[in-house]
């Protein structure tokens, strides 16, 4: 089994109520559809979660929420999405791209790094996906969170 991650943006004011009870993070994600309120918009990175992390660090600067079912749970308002969106709006991927195929024995620890070295064009995709998820989000000043199971 791997462990996988990914972002869903949601309406601003449904982010209280998470915060407030973690353990339903799950439910609200995976079981509450959109016409009642759920995630409008998802991301996933799949198995390049830890390396998304670490190259577009702006994607998860936000809180951690502890209390969750999943393995790591990151929460971002809407104002935190908008100076993310910005941020990663001037962030190259092929500079990153560069430096993460360039130097792979400094990402080495990371989840799956020697896989997404290989397969670079993947994680460039996801990577671009994540920046215009964020752009998008921002535009509707949705709250993010990155929920990784």
């Not at 791997?2 to 972002?7: L, V």
């Not at 999943?70 to 001037?90: P, Q």
């Not at 130097?103 to 989840?111: D, G, M, S, T």
Request: glycine share 8%; net charge negative; hydrophobic share 45%.
């Amino acid at each position: 089994m791997s462990i996988g991650g990914a972002f869903y943006a949601f309406d601003r004011y449904r982010l209280r109520e998470l915060v407030i009870d973690p353990s339903g993070v799950s439910r609200f994600l995976f079981h509450t559809p959109q016409d009642k309120g759920g995630p409008h918009a998802s991301q996933t990175v799949e198995q390049a979660w830890d390396v998304v992390r670490v190259l577009l660090p702006e994607a998860v600067d936000g809180e951690q929420l502890e209390g969750t079912d999943g393995l790591g749970c990151i929460y971002l308002t809407a104002s935190h999405v908008e100076r993310a969106a910005a941020r990663l709006a001037r962030r190259s991927v092929p500079d990153a791209m560069a430096r993460f195929t360039g130097e792979p024995a400094q990402f080495a620890q990371l989840y799956w790094a020697q896989v997404w070295q290989n397969g670079a064009e993947d994680l460039v995709d996801f990577m671009e996906g994540v920046k215009r998820f964020f752009a998008e989000a921002a535009a509707r000043r949705d709250a993010v969170v990155f929920y990784i199971v």
